[in-house]
Every structure is written in C-alpha cells, then in structure tokens.
C-alpha cells in the first residue's frame, strides 16, 4: 500500500508540474462604445440634413428664357425726343448704346423701328417728322456698325399715341421711337 500512496502523490505533484504555465498576457479592455449615445447624437444631425430643403439649380432652360427676356427688353427700349425734333439726346443715345453689342452679337436679329409724334401739328407733318426719328435712331446704329438691311423704319405719326392724354406729359411719353424685333423666334445670345 505504501507503493499506491506513493504513487498518488507523486502523480499529484506530476499533474500539478505538468498543469503549470506562464500567467496569460494581461489584455487590457478598450471600453465598448455606447451605440446608443451614438445614435442619440448623430440622429438630430441626420434629420436635419433629411429635413433642409434640397438647393438646386436654376434650370438651364428658365435661365437662358430670363437672358433672353433681359435681351429683348434692351433691344425693345424706346427712346424719346425733343419737341418738334428728330436729334437723338444724349441720354437716349445711351440706350442705343445698350442696343448696339446685342446686334452685333446676333447677326440675324432684324428690327423695326416706329417714328411717333404728339398730337401736336397735321397728320402729314407728323408722318414726316415720325419718319426722320426712325431714320434718325437708324442711322445711329448704323454709324455704330450695324447693318442697315438689318434696321426698318416706319413712321406712326401721332396715330399710335401711348398715352391719349392731352397734357405735356402725354405728349412727352408719345414723342418717342418703339422698336420691334422681326424674328422674335431666334435664340438670341447674349453678348
């Protein structure tokens, strides 16, 4: 029996021996993100971008139609005279001036130029001095390297009046050149 005792416990101090190893490595834990502390965080700021209102674009095609109306609007811009004259003012020929890089920059843009009087004076009077301010404002244009095929003059004579009121400040407003734009249909560009 001494030899079975023996045995026990030198296999016990066997086991305990051969069981015996190295401590393991100390891991130290990074702590676990809070995901929902994440989610509380980030979610105001991802409603927010889901709720802000989507900036676009202009749309090339309302664009090109407002350069196209500003075109026209330069292009349609009346002036006015004097009196009982047909000389371009200073003023007015600042908005030929505005009329000039326009035609230039659409070539086959065709326009008609209206020579309006007051009432003042006989229909043939006023048909002549319509007359001389539509081929007044033509020949400032064309001095400016417009084509003049490209520029009608008409004369309206006191029979297309603006304002029927019968007051210098009707008068003023009739006295005037209205100009029209032949082929309204062409892509006008801007210059």
Known sequence: MRSTLLTVPGAFVLVAVACHHAAPPQVTAEPTPDLNAIARDTMPQAREEAERPVQRQPDDSAKRQRTTDEIKAVLTAM???DFDKADIRPEEAQTLDQKVPILRGNPSIRI???????????DEYNLALGNRRAISARAYLVSHGIDAGRIETISNGKERPIDPGHNEAAWALNRNDQFTILNPDVVLQSP
């Open 79 to 81: 002036i006015h005279f």
């Open 112 to 122: 008609r130029i209206a020579g309006n009087c007051d009432e003042h004076g006989s």
